[in-house]
Nanobody, 122 residues
Framework: QVRLRESGGGSVQVGGSLRLSCAAAGASGCMAWFRQSPGKEREGVAAITASGTTFTDDSVRGRFIISKDNTENVLYLQMNNLEPWDTAMYYC???????????????????WGQGTQVNVSS
C-alpha cells in the first residue's frame, strides 16, 4: 500500500525559495509533483523516474528541481525564484508510466498525497 505525505509548504515573498518533501512509503517507480490553483486544472510540475531521469514543465524549468532520496524514499521539489503564479496546492503522486509525454497525464496517476499549500506574495 502506497502512502504519500507532503510537507514544506508555506508563505514566501516573490523571489523566495521553498523545498517541498514527500514521504513516499511503499512507492517506487516514477514519481511526480503536480499543482492546482483555484479555478484551474491540476497540472504537472516535474517528474523523476526510478533511474533518476527528470522531466520539468516549461513554466518552472530553471527554477524548480525535482530529486529523490532513494534510501529514505523521500521525493523533493526545490523551488527557487518563486513567482505569484506559483501559488497553488502542491501534490506528490506516483505515475504509472514515465516518459517525456506521459508523466503529466492525470489518468496515469495511481496515488495522490493530500497536498501542501504554497503561497507567493509580492
Amino acid at each position: 500500500q502506497v502512502r504519500l505525505r507532503e510537507s514544506g509548504g508555506g508563505s514566501v515573498q516573490v523571489g523566495g525559495s521553498l523545498r517541498l518533501s514527500c514521504a513516499a512509503a511503499g512507492a517506487s517507480g516514477c514519481m511526480a509533483w503536480f499543482r492546482q490553483s483555484p479555478g484551474k486544472e491540476r497540472e504537472g510540475v516535474a517528474a523523476i523516474t526510478a533511474s533518476g531521469t527528470t522531466f520539468t514543465d516549461d513554466s518552472v524549468r530553471g527554477r524548480f528541481i525535482i530529486s529523490k532520496d532513494n534510501t529514505e524514499n523521500v521525493l523533493y521539489l526545490q523551488m527557487n525564484n518563486l513567482e505569484p503564479w506559483d501559488t497553488a496546492m502542491y501534490y506528490c503522486a506516483t505515475v504509472r508510466v514515465c516518459s517525456s509525454y506521459s508523466w503529466r497525464l492525470l489518468h496515469l496517476v495511481d496515488d495522490w498525497g493530500q497536498g501542501t499549500q504554497v503561497n507567493v506574495s509580492s
